[in-house]
C-alpha cells in the first residue's frame, strides 16, 4: 500500500526542454486534437525532433520514432512474418504498433525513405485513417489518440528525393528556422551549461557560418553543433579547439573551406 501511495506521488517526468518560436505549440495540438497528420520541415538541427518529443510529453502520448533512411520499406513500418522457435510469427512494425496502441508515430528524413512508405501513409492521412495490413488481412482502424508526424530538410530534396505534391497536401506543415539569436543562447546555454555571456560569441559565429550555406558549404551549422560546442568550452576545451572540433570540422573536409571559416571564427570570436 505504501509503495503504491508513493507511486502515486512521483513527480511527473519533466517535459522535454523546448522553447517555442512562434505558435508551432498550439498549432500542433490543435492538430493532434482533430486528429490531423502533421509535416515539419526546416534545417537540420533546428529542433524538429526535441519538438515532438515535447509535445509528445506534454500531451501525455507515447512516441514511436523511426530514423529513415534508403532502405527503409513499408515492411519495416508495418511489421513482417519472423521465424521464433520454428514457428513463423507475425511481429508489428513501429508503425503498426502506433495505430493499435495510439500515441505519434514519428518519421524523421521522411524522404530519405523508399517510394512504398508514402504509399502505405496515404490511408492513414485522410478521414478513413486506417493501416491495411495485406499480409494478415487486417484493417487497423486508428484511435483517436494516433497522430503521424514527418519530418524533412527542404534543403536536401532533389528529384529523386522529394515528397510529392500529392503528399505533401495530406498534412497541416509547420516550417522550422533556427531561433532568433537571443532564443538560441538561450537554449545552448541551459543544454550545455556555459554562461550566456560566453554563449552569445558562438551564436553570433553560427550566424555568419550559416550565411555561407550556399556558397563554400552545402549545410549550415545546426544549434545542435553550437550546443556541441559549448559543452566542450564548459568543460575545460579551449575555445579555439571547440570550434574546431564542433563546429568547423563537421562541416567540411576540404582544407581550403575549412581556412575560410577558420578565418571568419578569428573574425567574430578572436
Given at each position: 500500500?505504501?509503495?503504491?501511495?508513493?507511486?502515486?506521488?512521483?513527480?511527473?517526468?519533466?517535459?522535454?526542454?523546448?522553447?517555442?518560436?512562434?505558435?508551432?505549440?498550439?498549432?500542433?495540438?490543435?492538430?493532434?486534437?482533430?486528429?490531423?497528420?502533421?509535416?515539419?520541415?526546416?534545417?537540420?538541427?533546428?529542433?524538429?525532433?526535441?519538438?515532438?518529443?515535447?509535445?509528445?510529453?506534454?500531451?501525455?502520448?507515447?512516441?514511436?520514432?523511426?530514423?529513415?533512411?534508403?532502405?527503409?520499406?513499408?515492411?519495416?513500418?508495418?511489421?513482417?512474418?519472423?521465424?521464433?522457435?520454428?514457428?513463423?510469427?507475425?511481429?508489428?512494425?513501429?508503425?503498426?504498433?502506433?495505430?493499435?496502441?495510439?500515441?505519434?508515430?514519428?518519421?524523421?528524413?521522411?524522404?530519405?525513405?523508399?517510394?512504398?512508405?508514402?504509399?502505405?501513409?496515404?490511408?492513414?492521412?485522410?478521414?478513413?485513417r486506417i493501416l491495411p495490413l495485406e499480409r494478415t488481412g487486417e484493417e487497423l482502424v486508428a484511435p483517436a489518440s494516433f497522430m503521424?508526424?514527418?519530418?524533412?530538410?527542404?534543403?536536401?530534396?532533389?528529384?529523386?528525393?522529394?515528397?510529392?505534391?500529392?503528399?505533401?497536401?495530406?498534412?497541416?506543415?509547420?516550417?522550422?528556422?533556427?531561433?532568433?539569436?537571443?532564443?538560441?543562447?538561450?537554449?545552448?546555454?541551459?543544454?550545455?551549461?556555459?554562461?550566456?555571456?560566453?554563449?552569445?560569441?558562438?551564436?553570433?559565429?553560427?550566424?555568419?557560418?550559416?550565411?555561407?550555406?550556399?556558397?563554400?558549404?552545402?549545410?549550415?551549422?545546426?544549434?545542435?553543433?553550437?550546443?556541441?560546442?559549448?559543452?566542450?568550452?564548459?568543460?575545460?576545451?579551449?575555445?579555439?579547439?571547440?570550434?574546431?572540433?564542433?563546429?568547423?570540422?563537421?562541416?567540411?573536409?576540404?582544407s581550403d573551406v575549412k581556412a575560410a571559416l577558420l578565418d571568419v571564427t578569428?573574425?567574430?570570436?578572436?
Amino acid at each position: 500500500m505504501k509503495a503504491a501511495l508513493h507511486a502515486l506521488a512521483a513527480p511527473a517526468p519533466a517535459l522535454p526542454a523546448y522553447i517555442a518560436s512562434g505558435n508551432e505549440c498550439v498549432l500542433f495540438e490543435h492538430a493532434w486534437r482533430h486528429r490531423l497528420p502533421v509535416l515539419l520541415k526546416g534545417p537540420t538541427g533546428c529542433g524538429k525532433t526535441r519538438f515532438v518529443a515535447h509535445m509528445a510529453a506534454r500531451l501525455g502520448l507515447p512516441l514511436h520514432t523511426v530514423a529513415c533512411h534508403d532502405d527503409l520499406t513499408a515492411a519495416d513500418l508495418t511489421g513482417r512474418y519472423l521465424l521464433r522457435g520454428g514457428d513463423t510469427m507475425w511481429t508489428d512494425g513501429p508503425l503498426t504498433r502506433a495505430v493499435r496502441e495510439g500515441g505519434i508515430c514519428y518519421l524523421d528524413e521522411v524522404v530519405e525513405a523508399r517510394k512504398d512508405v508514402t504509399v502505405v501513409l496515404h490511408p492513414l492521412t485522410d478521414d478513413r485513417r486506417i493501416l491495411p495490413l495485406e499480409r494478415t488481412g487486417e484493417e487497423l482502424v486508428a484511435p483517436a489518440s494516433f497522430m503521424l508526424v514527418v519530418s524533412y530538410n527542404p534543403g536536401y530534396q532533389t528529384l529523386l528525393k522529394a515528397l510529392k505534391p500529392s503528399t505533401r497536401q495530406r498534412f497541416v506543415a509547420i516550417e522550422f528556422a533556427f531561433l532568433p539569436a537571443e532564443q538560441e543562447i538561450a537554449v545552448v546555454s541551459a543544454e550545455s551549461g556555459l554562461p550566456p555571456d560566453r554563449v552569445r560569441p558562438l551564436v553570433a559565429l553560427a550566424g555568419r557560418l550559416r550565411a555561407l550555406k550556399g556558397h563554400d558549404l552545402e549545410e549550415v551549422v545546426s544549434t545542435r553543433l553550437v550546443v556541441y560546442c559549448a559543452t566542450l568550452i564548459a568543460a575545460g576545451v579551449s575555445i579555439a579547439d571547440a570550434v574546431l572540433a564542433g563546429m568547423i570540422e563537421p562541416l567540411t573536409d576540404d582544407s581550403d573551406v575549412k581556412a575560410a571559416l577558420l578565418d571568419v571564427t578569428r573574425a567574430v570570436v578572436g
